[in-house]
T-cell receptor, first 112, second 115 residues
Framework: QKEVEQDPGPLSVPEGAIVSLNCTYSNSAFQYFMWYRQYSRKGPELLMY????GNKEDGRFTAQVDKSSKYISLFIRDSQPSDSATYLC????????????FGQGTRLTINP | SAVISQKPSRDICQRGTSLTIQCQVDSQVTMMFWYRQQPGQSLTLIATANQGSEATYESGFVIDKFPISRPNLTFSTLTVSNMSPEDSSIYLC????????????FGSGTRLTVV
């Protein structure tokens, strides 16, 4: 069993839809959770990070962490074609840990 | 946050040869990280490179196959040696984002195809 599981998709939705991206994990020691966005032929860029359980909102993006279920989510409201990318979750047990454990990424396409 | 220049951006190589990937950062950093991103797979950390010391390799990766140099605080190279088609992947270097305890900045990656 992988430490982090992420549905690879692909996921295709119409512009303006609400998108939900999810990851599950098995290591209960994980406390720091990140979402990265990776455009084609580019490196991943940090989109959001959260610590422990709870929600964090940044514009159209909301990250949720449910440690009791070992489940994290990223919601994108009013999705735009420019949101089309691969989204990767990542997590670590230690703040500033050298090693992040990544999900395999979900390829998302927003159709105009 | 730091800006990373990585090259080459892509290459097609013959099996049995070696390729050296360069990573240049616009600021001094203590640690640089090398990742591999295989098709349909998650990013996997290959090794951590500290200036002035040997790189630290993750399980499943060895120095003979992936030698790393770190001559100064802004530059590192990763060599993929004696390549086989299984080494076809995207290779990325990364540094910890300035002032962040969580985030990392990645280079654009090197897309390697071994034929």
């Amino acid at each position: 069993q992988k430490e982090v599981e992420q549905d690879p998709g692909p996921l295709s939705v119409p512009e303006g839809a609400i998108v939900s991206l999810n990851c599950t994990y098995s290591n209960s020691a994980f406390q720091y959770f990140m979402w990265y966005r990776q455009y084609s032929r580019k490196g991943p860029e940090l989109l959001m990070y959260t610590y422990s359980s709870g929600n964090k909102e940044d514009g159209r993006f909301t990250a949720q962490v449910d440690k009791s279920s070992k489940y994290i989510s990223l919601f994108i409201r009013d999705s735009q074609p420019s949101d089309s990318a691969t989204y990767l979750c990542a997590m670590s047990a230690v703040q500033g840990a050298q090693k992040l454990v990544f999900g395999q990424g979900t390829r998302l396409t927003i159709n105009p | 946050s730091a800006v990373i220049s990585q090259k080459p951006s892509r290459d097609i190589c013959q099996r049995g040869t070696s390729l050296t990937i360069q990573c240049q950062v616009d600021s001094q950093v203590t640690m640089m990280f090398w990742y591999r991103q295989q098709p349909g797979q998650s990013l996997t950390l290959i090794a951590t490179a500290n200036q002035g010391s040997e790189a630290t390799y993750e399980s499943g990766f060895v120095i003979d196959k992936f030698p790393i140099s770190r001559p100064n605080l802004t530059f590192s190279t990763l060599t993929v040696s004696n390549m086989s088609p299984e080494d076809s992947s995207i290779y990325l270097c990364s540094v910890r984002s300035g002032g962040s305890n969580y985030g990392y900045t990645f280079g654009s990656g090197t897309r390697l195809t071994v034929v």
